[in-house]
């Protein structure tokens, strides 16, 4: 399905505010909605992308929000819109813990948020899964060994300013690979629980899932005794030491 640009206040509009006010909104609500985004500077909203609601296309939908591009200021940027429906009462706490992530270069850049919306940098790129389904020919695994590289050294530094993403075990859905890997949806972190980003995305990637049957073909996948062995002393000590040991084990030392 083709995108296109609809201004924000014909938002209130159907089937447009379908998608403002997801599953459904009141005419007030939507009324404030618009305000809201005029207040962020946001112009439009373009329509488009893998997911579609109301036969509408957006870039994605999760448990707490539908997120779509928009245009702000002169530049385009992604819009995470709080479903009507969502167990989160605000995004201010979840725009506040992406803040944190960016102090270590992690997730897309918070531009601003409100009660109902967070703006923030649009990640142009495929799912981690689509992409590495589309890994072929000579280069292929050491463009793979890169990128996981990078996605769990975002993992460790994550975990060394102890924020918890939390949906790293389902990381085919949490990271966007374009010029680079960007985790992303930042709905489920927490600041006071132990970290497992480390760990929970390296068993994503090299053990028993969707993705690691699709990794292993391209990627010699390392002993899992060790493996494992190698993760637990990283879980039980987060030091850089034990971080180069899981990247040893996993054969991404000296990528």
């Not at 167990?87 to 997730?107: F, Q, Y």
């Not at 601003?112 to 649009?122: C, D, G, L, R």
Request: charged letters at 30%; glycine letters at 8%; proline letters at 3%.
């Amino acid at each position: 399905m083709d995108s296109f640009s609809v201004p924000v206040s014909k938002l209130v509009k159907e089937p447009y505010s379908h998608i403002l006010g997801y599953p459904r909104a009141t005419e007030k609500e939507l009324k404030k909605r618009v305000l809201e985004l005029k207040k962020l500077g946001i112009n439009s909203v373009t329509f488009g992308g893998p997911t579609i609601l109301n036969n509408i296309p957006v870039l994605g939908k999760g448990y707490v929000g539908v997120v779509v591009l928009s245009r702000h200021g002169k530049g385009h940027a992604a819009l995470k819109i709080r479903r009507i429906d969502s167990s989160r009462d605000e995004m201010k706490s979840e725009a506040k813990l992406l803040k944190i992530a960016n102090t270590v270069n992690v997730g897309p850049r918070v531009i601003n948020s409100s009660k109902n919306f967070i703006v923030m940098e649009y990640v142009e790129g495929e799912k981690i899964i689509d992409w590495v389904k589309e890994l072929k020919g000579k280069g292929s695994a050491r463009k793979l060994r890169g990128i996981v590289r990078k996605i769990l050294e975002d993992c460790y530094n994550l975990d060394n300013i102890h924020l918890d993403h939390g949906e790293l075990s389902y990381i085919h859905k949490h990271v966007i690979v374009g010029k680079s890997p960007c985790i992303i949806d930042f709905e489920s972190a927490s600041l006071n629980r132990r970290t497992s980003n480390v760990t929970s995305a390296t068993q994503s990637i090299f053990i028993g899932s969707g993705l690691s049957n699709i990794v292993k073909k391209i990627i010699k996948i390392p002993n899992t005794k060790k493996m494992i062995e190698s993760l637990k002393k990283y879980k039980h000590d987060q030091s850089r030491k034990n971080f180069d040991n899981v990247l040893k084990i996993l054969g991404l030392d000296k990528v």
